[in-house]
């Protein structure tokens, strides 16, 4: 049975995708997507592409049709993902900010994340907010 994604290179793609390869200044799925087309192209199969790979045959099969359906790029790169909502706004933020800065709770010598978190949520100040969300936005302003 014929493939419904075949992969044909130019000349200009195939140098392409040797280059991204060859770089190493690329992500490391971007390079194995390369490799992908590339052994796609020389005619090997899909199970032999994926298990020398070490990827799952629905990668080579989702590559193989990302190319066929939108282009070298599309195949390559990794779709752009949504931006997360920030748990914290400004006011929060500052918020956490002056309380780590400020004295420790009685019996204790400095502020823990965990105790950061417990802090803001037992204020109603956030619903709930994990040590390392914490952590992060303390982070941040280091």
Known sequence: MAKKYTVNLSKEEVEKLRSLIKTGLNKARSITRAH???M???GEIDTAIAECLRVHVSTVERTRARYVEGGIELAVQDRPHPPKQRKLDGEQ???LI???CSKAP???NRWTMKLLAERIVSLNIVDSVSKETVR????KRN
């Open 36 to 38: 992908i087309l590339l």
């Open 40 to 42: 796609a192209w020389e």
């Open 93 to 95: 933020e500052a918020f």
């Open 98 to 100: 002056a309380t780590a």
């Open 106 to 108: 009685e019996g204790r």
């Open 136 to 139: 992060s936005y303390l982070k």
